[in-house]
DNA sequence: CCTACCGATCGGTAGG
DNA sequence: CCTACCGATCGGTAGG
């Protein structure tokens, strides 16, 4: 019983590090076997289908997310403040993701926007709550006075998660170190708030 | 001799289609010949190898980038004036890509940054061009006074291709028809730049 | 969790 | 450009 979820667990982190950088579609059940020395049965039992465990992937990416993007800030007083130190955590996050490829959120959300099926389905919905989060955020600092009264809330989502997302293909492609910083700069252009002293 | 070529240029349409949707990766030669009612030899014979394929499909990709984006302006005064149609063409480019996946461009940079190998190594180089284009007038704009003299260039490229990137999965997943207006919106906050008149 | 196996599909080649 | 075919790998199942 231990065992049977300890081998859960170690499959799907062979998975998310396979796809991170190959992207889920190239976690085959054969590779999986392979890299974790256990028959091909032995690798799909514990899910059923290829589809279940790609699922299950996700649901990892999205905890993952979750733990070490909005947990640490959660608390803090909502609004800009929040707002801030979740940009932050977010582009550290996707600057030190823990998998050998990148970002998996940034993977997944790239490779799966034009299909069909429950990976998609997961991933909008997925993604529309941290939009929500985002959203409460920006209209308690447009409230509060913190951002300026007539700050485009969607155009500035929109941003956010533009800047977030490309820290990953920046890091890797360009072997840009200076991601992180060149994303946080331009998330406080866009919510004009005073860049931040170093 | 004018058929073969008819036939190279039916395969790489085919492979741009299904990739903008699924990746490069499922630009199977099966599947291509099914599409086109075509033997599979008679596909790959056109190219030797799929990744000659995948090659010549990325090829494919930066000629209509350079047609759609950079032809249209690249006579325009060099610096800001040059920049700001360039953003846009780009922008609108990306919403409107004429491959039912979206901008192919965007498809292949998250798809093979994390990877090795010559499709790898192309889009480097073709991004790597892209930058420098995009530096030359932003350099300019700021010596010649359009931009503020304390413009960080680098932050501002990353800026540009960050949301030029994300128009794809912002109407694909989310469904925002505004994605080219919150782009370019996001673009002129980054640029320090008044927003157009509508 | 294993071995052994299934039909389907993969990239590619031989020969025409 | 075609048919016919190759070995490898795919997702998945039977039976234990």
Redesign the pocket.
């Known amino acids: 019983m231990q065992?049977?979820l300890a081998?859960r667990r170690s499959v799907l982190e062979a998975a998310a590090d396979l796809a991170s950088v190959e992207g889920l579609d190239s976690v085959?059940?054969?590779?999986l076997a392979e890299m974790l020395d256990?028959?091909?049965?032995?690798v799909?039992?514990?899910f059923?289908?290829?589809?279940a465990l790609q699922l299950e992937t996700v649901e990892l990416v999205f905890a993952a997310f979750r733990a070490r993007v909005w947990d640490p800030v959660k608390r803090l007083p909502p609004g800009l403040p929040r707002l801030l130190a979740a940009c932050e955590a977010w582009v550290k996050y996707a600057a030190d993701p823990g998998y050998p490829g990148g970002c998996l959120l940034t993977q997944v959300t790239y490779d799966y926007d034009a299909r069909s099926g429950p990976v998609h389905e997961r991933l909008v919905e997925g993604r529309q709550l941290w939009r929500d989060v985002l959203r409460t955020d920006l209209e308690i600092a447009v409230d509060s006075g913190d951002l300026p009264s007539g700050t485009d809330v969607r155009a500035a989502i929109y941003g956010l998660e533009s800047l977030a997302a490309f820290v990953t293909p920046a890091r890797l492609l360009h072997g840009d170190d200076r991601a992180v910083e060149q994303a946080l700069a331009c998330m406080r252009r866009i919510l004009d708030v005073a860049p931040a002293r170093s």
């Open positions: 065992a049977a081998t085959t059940i054969g590779r256990m028959s091909k049965s032995g799909i039992g514990q059923g289908t290829k589809e």
